[in-house]
């Protein structure tokens, strides 16, 4: 749960999703869900050689497990309340 409602608080913002295939797709997060499957907005696709039946994308959906990385903005990352939420979390299943 706790990448699932750091990720909501990205929605809006551009992020770029790289695919299992190496596919490298950026846009606007317009939503998560708790599969963290994403869906983007504005998409552009980094390798438009290789990849251009995608170019015609204005907006995608991305089925979680095939997501390799997400590259978020470091200005919007705030590494302090991820931190203490992952030592939140961590204790609570500790106590388990």
Request: proline share 2%.
């Given at each position: ?12 913002r551009?992020?770029t999703?790289?695919l ?20 983007l907005?504005?998409?552009r696709?980094?390798d438009?050689?290789?990849?251009p ?34 030592r939140?979390?961590?204790m609570n299943?500790?106590?388990?």
């Amino acid at each position: 749960m706790l990448f699932y409602s750091f990720f909501k608080t990205l929605v809006g913002r551009t992020v770029t999703v790289e695919l299992k295939n190496d596919m490298t797709m950026e846009g606007t997060l317009a939503s998560v869900d708790q599969f963290l499957n994403i869906k983007l907005d504005n998409v552009r696709v980094t390798d438009a050689a290789r990849y251009p039946h995608v170019m015609t994308l204005k907006n995608c959906f991305i089925r979680g497990s095939v997501v390799r990385y997400v590259n978020l903005p470091a200005q919007h990352v705030d590494t302090a309340l991820l931190q203490d939420a992952t030592r939140r979390e961590a204790m609570n299943n500790a106590r388990r």
